[in-house]
């Protein structure tokens, strides 16, 4: 059976610019301010003080204290828009501008289905989500760490992460950066896969470089960011922010910390390497003052979104944000309505690359497969939301009103039979039976449905064709490298 | 125990502009084409029909041809917003301009709860969901028929539905359009409730007129119509639209015909009475081809959302669209996805009224207890999204970004503790408990969670107190109306 996957998604929309131009300079003035006076912390890299150093701030310990101006001087060598390449050229991704790339959640620990609940995940999970996301239609991209393989030791996980995303997709992917040398190995596998000459004049991974917020950026993340800059492939440089503990409980004041954040991580993105591809990351949830749980689908969360999309476009730079974020600890009511209100914002904040497009569950903390499937299936909206509406001849439809006039009925019409198959979005998941149908086939919930779906959809899977030379040389790579190394579990 | 309703929303943020000036004026263009050519059907109504002779319109049979720019011209009259008034002064709400009130689920036959299922609405379904509105803090209006009371007799319904409406809530409601007598019933039982003078000085009912897509105008809904804007009382004038059955499968194609209607259904209300209260309506769904049901939180429902606001704001008038709209048959995540689309739409595509705001279920052949509860717990989010962000001293936290400085924590600096009360917006039903707990009490879900949340305001609720008097004259009406009056079932 064949895979059909929409090409990214490509607004044809306007965005939605929620905060006005004074709002947008104080904290664009206010950043710049925290940058000179207040300054970051790279840590434990002297080679990183060295280079801040050598472009014109000034360190004290490990602070960075950044001339106002000068980050933003810095940044702006970095491109507006990049290809990733996927090794099916028709999946490549262009990440920028007006498009719209979904891939699916990255971190969990924990895994969830329907029938034997929440457990730690395994590669076996691993695997059967990354099949998951080769089957979705709207899932533009594989992921990265769609859920962490703990029966796998920590230091040899990237290496099944990336091996899995290889063989079972061919959707485009992510690298690792729990450590410089797992970057590096996911470098090298990629030059197995695409060659050597490919990856380094094409970027063939976009990975996730998260900051240590408030205002800290750690040596492990930094230096897989310099591997990546330095050898051509895209980073998200991204805070991760639960608001009121890692940043102010306020709106603005979290955008201005979001913005010195970003300035700092994609100006040494562009002092390691002018050009290397970056796109502007904002991970921000809101907290629950009563228990201190994080919360998400929230107005504030949503708030910072736009804020953040509009200061991103203002530096001409891509966009992260969004995503099927959800506190609930199952994929209920509350998942989806807190999923489609952050799905929402993404789409008309103008995000560009859309990290936990599916699957998230429990704030991250779990990768749900029911919820990977229902997600997937949304995203669908976003889809042909973005196209926008025509205005020519047919869409104005002038002839189906003329035709049906006062009182009449539009399914027989002409238009109508031209244009149904395209005309509305429907769900492949969702119920839209009549009522006793429904009822006497079990009166499913969505849940119920989504677990049928995702046994379905493993039952149906096929990978995808691949050349057994390069199968067997990454297969070799990923022997040899896990024997020259002990097993590591911290 | 005291009950706490917010004011309804005032806008301060900007609303979603989504067509372009060009479509929307191809789409004026062409709905006064559609007046002109085609026209519109006035049905059973002589009356009407000399009305729009008097006023320069081509009358052949039952058909109405408007002269280009006779409706808008006419519809220029009709009042930019207005207020309608509650019996409780601090219930009034302001229609029109940047405001949004919501109102509940209108016109289901049946109910739903979780323990009870699926089954005809009664009287005491019907008092119970006008108890929740009372008790809901983001909804601010009571509604009309939030169900359809089936063990009242047809023509005796709308007198207990109002007066449940009048002495189980203080919040303002609408009026009965089943017949012309039942809305002139409406008008009597409401200068009971408010006093005469007070009445035909004052808007205190706003209802709903709809309209019977494509064209069509029927004399029973204009009867209702004629009664309340010759008494200054608010109507909705609203096509009804299931894309592809009564409208053309195209978002363009739909919004001139709903723009057509509206404005001979406007122009008429005009006709009657020169500034009589009106609202620009658009109820619009889009059906599913496979099976023919008809399918909410769809991307073409957004967009002719989107385009419908525009084009009310370019007639200067207040908008009613949106609501809780999901085509599941269960609160479950379909209903969540579902009606957060619709109620993020209606938020920023300017929505003025939103009827259908909480306990809309299966497409609105159910009104569902727990939906209820759970949707107008998440009106909220719009009530805070509403608020939009401040820029001043406090909200810029700039003291608090130099008080925490890098790898510093928010939680206890002295901008937290001034804001965190009103920082974040948080649910008062979803789960925001670590899992263990959650585990150990029953690892419950949105729905459950619901249903004790149905159950606790039901317990709690308490009447606002009502003069005697004016009880006591309400409950004769409706007592000498019902003894004078056979039964009617159908």
């Known amino acids: 059976m064949s895979v059909e996957t929409e090409r990214y998604i490509e607004r044809n929309i306007p965005l939605y610019e929620f905060l006005d131009e004074a709002t947008l300079e104080i904290i664009e003035y206010n950043a710049e301010t925290v940058l000179e006076e207040i300054g970051v912390n790279f840590v434990d890299s002297p080679e990183a003080l060295e280079r801040w150093r050598s472009v014109g701030a000034t360190i004290e310990g490990e602070r960075v204290r950044i001339p106002r101006g000068l980050a933003r001087e810095l940044c702006k060598t970095a491109p507006s828009k990049f290809v990733q390449h996927a090794r099916n050229p028709k999946r490549n991704v262009e990440i920028g501008g007006k498009t719209l790339v979904t891939a699916p959640v990255y971190g969990p620990p924990f895994v969830r289905d329907r029938d034997g609940g929440r457990r730690y995940a395994t590669l076996a999970d691993f695997q059967k989500f990354v099949k998951l996301g080769y089957m979705s239609k709207y899932l533009h991209h594989s992921g990265g760490t769609v859920c962490e393989p703990t029966d796998v030791p920590v230091n040899k996980r990237h290496l099944d992460m990336l091996l899995t995303h290889m063989v079972y997709s061919d959707k485009p992917f992510m690298g690792s950066v729990t450590e410089p040398s797992r970057a590096q190995d996911s470098v090298e596998m990629c030059e197995i896969l695409f060659g050597k000459e490919f990856v380094q004049n094409n970027t063939v991974m976009t990975s996730l470089i998260n900051i240590n917020s408030p205002l800290t950026f750690d040596s492990i993340m930094m230096g897989a960011l310099e ?264």
């Not at 639960?242 to 979001?258: C, D, I």
């Not at 600890?329 to 993404?346: C, F, H, R, V």
């Not at 429990?362 to 042909?384: C, I, N, P, Y």
């Open 227 to 490: 591997v990546f800059a330095s050898n051509n492939q895209a980073s998200i440089i991204s805070p991760f922010i639960v608001g009121g503990a890692m940043a102010p409980v306020s709106v603005v004041g979290t955008l201005t910390q979001v913005l010195a954040e970003v300035l700092a991580g994609i100006a040494y993105s562009q002092i390691i390497k002018p050009g290397a591809p970056v796109i502007f990351g904002t991970f921000v949830t809101s907290i629950d003052m009563n228990s201190g749980a994080p919360t998400f689908g929230t107005p504030e969360a949503s708030q910072i979104l736009y804020g953040a999309g509009q200061l991103a476009r203002r530096m001409n730079l891509p966009f992260r944000s969004g995503g099927g974020l959800c506190g609930s600890k199952l994929p209920d009511a509350q998942a989806a309505y807190e999923t489609a209100n952050t799905l929402n914002a993404a789409l008309l904040g103008g995000v560009n690359f859309m990290l936990h497009s599916c699957g998230w569950l429990e704030g991250g903390l779990v990768a749900s497969f029911e919820k990977f499937v229902m997600d997937a299936d949304h995203l669908g909206t976003l889809q042909k939301m973005g196209l926008g509406v025509s205005a020519d001849e047919n869409g104005q439809a002038m002839d189906a009103i003329r035709e049906v006039g006062p009182s009449g009925h539009y399914l027989g019409c002409d238009h109508t039979q031209k244009n149904f198959k395209s005309a509305f979005w429907r769900s492949n998941l969702f119920d839209y039976k009549p009522f006793e149908t429904w009822y006497e086939e079990g009166a499913r919930d969505t849940y119920s449905l989504a677990a049928e779906r995702v046994a379905s959809q493993l039952a149906n899977y096929q990978k995808p064709p691949l050349d057994p030379e390069i199968l067997a040389a990454l297969e070799k790579y990923v022997a040899d490298k896990k024997a020259a190394m002990p097993d590591a579990f911290v």
